[in-house]
């Protein structure tokens, strides 16, 4: 008879005579009396009916068998029908969270930044160009000099972006010929200041052509000696440059978010739906884009389904993202216009007031549940966007069926999101605010953010506020602290994922939604007191230092 959980003999040993006691080896063999597994499997956890709906917090998975290390657990995931990436991370589409830096280098690591639209279409078009010309290791945007530049400009350039070794280009633009470079030592002792850089320059040139691979360009500049190594196309102009400083610096990245096939980085950016927008998607895929998310706090609109079949008519290679949507209704609309992919969440996320002022949205676990099992069926992934606060929320998110996360306040304090560090409180923090909050609604800069008029506002557009004579509020604006670079800050999210998995006990992100959708994987529900005790307790003070 298979034993329940409940039953007494779970209690254990001590109701036993020694005769009942089993033997140790029997103990797998046994474990199979039990009528289920330990805890909760997910439709036990998400039965709003007993239990409410769920956030992040108020759940725990239960560990597994670990039969591998850490560093075997692989993380690759869909994040459109047609895209996989190796990292499952996002930045949001925020103007306090990602430009071309922070697309660049969350894309080097595996992720994938989505470039946010509070911003002139051009602005937006140039930095999906940027993220597309990115090279590791390549300077695609090196200063030049003109050949009429004089040495004390040249000087000048020097001590103030503190290096030398500036290439000449016939018209001192890049994509100009190359006509020389000017060294630290061509200019050092000259005394002629106003002497013409070409009187000065070494025309002897070790150039590569475009094209060249970072380890090839890396051999070529070994070997000549030189500290500069010009890349130039089959005219001669000048395309970017690889220092020998740098040389030693250059990261690989087998992670690189790349599309089969290509060396470029994937590019993806957000638009609204607005007419506007199409002539702004225009210029994007113009300049390389290969995933579009359409921004939006409540993405079942007719706007919405207008604007994917669109996207879906004009740019068949195009991937879309639709959303953001939290119930299976909304999901089942953007499904049946053609999306690629949805993001999830609505009033989840960490500068949001949606919930508290329209009293719509829903608890973040439950949402991506029920959107992300259902999408399942149509093969499209989703994101669970917002509410992303640790590694731990990270996995709870992916366990719900979510196969990739998008993070807005975690990733704004690194030096990859826009803006500068500043003191508050005594704290190094960075700026972060809504995209519905009153400041990004009538886009005052917070260290990010072209100017723009309310009218062709993101922030409006992703509210539906853009006609309103008076803004109602759906965010906040405030700061985050620094965490520093993300080329450190990621690595840290993906080793301890790794480490979530491993004591899950699943390899892979598919184990992991195979082991969730079996009810071999399991969970807990957490009490408000087993959350205070699932946290550092009863120290007098500590130091949360959370990766070296
Ligand atoms: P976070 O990672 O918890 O900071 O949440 C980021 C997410 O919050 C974004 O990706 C958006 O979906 C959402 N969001 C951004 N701005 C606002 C806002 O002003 N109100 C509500 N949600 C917002």
Redesign the pocket.
């Known amino acids: 008879m298979p034993i329940t959980n409940g039953d007494a003999m779970f209690g254990g040993a001590p109701l036993l005579s020694k005769q009942q006691i089993l033997p140790h080896q029997k103990a797998i063999e046994v474990l199979k009396e039990y009528e289920s597994r330990d805890g909760l499997n997910i439709d036990q956890l998400l039965d709003s009916n007993k239990n409410g709906a769920l956030t992040y917090n108020d759940f725990l998975v239960l560990p597994g068998y670990i039969g591998f290390a850490a560093s075997d657990v692989t993380l690759d995931s869909p994040v459109t029908k047609r895209i996989s990436l190796k990292t499952p991370l996002l930045s ?3 103007d306090t ?1 990602t430009e071309d830096n922070m697309a660049i280098h969350l894309a080097l690591l595996g992720g994938l930044g989505v470039i946010h639209h509070n911003c002139s279409a051009d602005d937006q078009a140039d930095m999906v160009r940027k993220v597309k010309r990115y090279e590791n290791g390549f300077i695609s945007d090196p200063v030049c000099l003109s050949p009429k530049t004089t040495v004390a400009e040249a000087v000048a350039l020097r001590d103030q972006l503190g290096f030398g070794g500036f290439p000449v280009t016939e018209d001192g633009q890049l994509r100009s010929k190359l006509i020389g470079i000017v060294t630290n030592r061509d200019i050092q002792f000259h005394d002629n200041l106003e002497e013409p850089v070409s009187e000065v320059m070494s025309k002897d040139l070790v150039t590569a052509p475009a094209g060249t691979t970072l380890a090839e360009a890396n051999d070529v500049l070994r070997q000549s000696k030189k500290g500069k190594l010009p890349i130039v196309d089959s005219n001669g102009n000048l395309v970017s440059l690889l220092s020998r400083t740098d040389l030693m610096k250059n990261h690989n990245y087998p992670l690189a978010s790349k599309l089969p096939h290509s060396k470029q980085l994937i590019a993806a950016a957000a638009i609204g739906t607005r007419p506007d927008d199409k002539t702004r998607l225009q210029k994007l895929v113009d300049a390389g884009l290969d995933v579009v998310i359409l ?1 939006s ?1 409540q993405g079942n609109s007719l706007y919405q389904v207008g604007m994917v079949k669109y996207i879906k008519e004009t740019y068949p290679g195009l991937d879309v993202i639709a959303g ?1 949507v939290v119930t299976r209704e909304q999901a089942a609309t953007l499904i049946a216009a053609g999306a690629d992919g949805l ?1 999830i ?10 919930q508290e002022v329209m009293a719509v949205g829903r608890p973040q676990a439950t949402a991506v549940r029920a959107v992300a099992s259902f999408a399942a069926r149509f093969g499209v992934p989703c994101i669970a ?5 640790n590694v731990g929320h990270i996995v709870k998110g992916l366990a719900m069926g979510a196969s990739t996360v ?7 304090g690194t030096t990859e999101s826009p803006g500068l560090s500043f003191v508050r409180d005594g704290k190094l923090v960075k700026a ?6 009153i400041d ?1 609604m009538e886009d005052k800069k917070a260290g990010a953010g072209a100017a723009n008029s309310k009218a062709s506002n993101a ?1 409006t557009a ?2 539906f506020s853009e006609g309103d004579r008076l803004l109602v ?4 604006s405030g700061s985050v602290l620094d965490r520093g670079s993300v080329t450190k800050f990621v690595p840290y999210l993906i080793a301890g994922v790794q480490h979530s998995m491993q004591d899950i006990g699943v390899k892979s992100l598919v184990a992991l939604r195979e082991g969730v959708n079996d009810g071999t994987v399991r969970f807990e529900l957490r009490t408000v007191s087993a959350q205070a005790e699932g946290n550092v307790h009863g120290l007098h003070s500590y130091d949360k230092k959370l990766y070296s």
């Open positions: 949001s589409p925020m969270v921004d706090s953001n993001r969440g609505m009033g989840s996320g960490s500068a949001c007031i949606t966007d917002g509410g992303i606060q998008m993070m807005g306040g975690l990733l704004a972060y605010r809504g995209m519905g909050s990004a922030g992703r509210y509020a759906q965010g906040v």
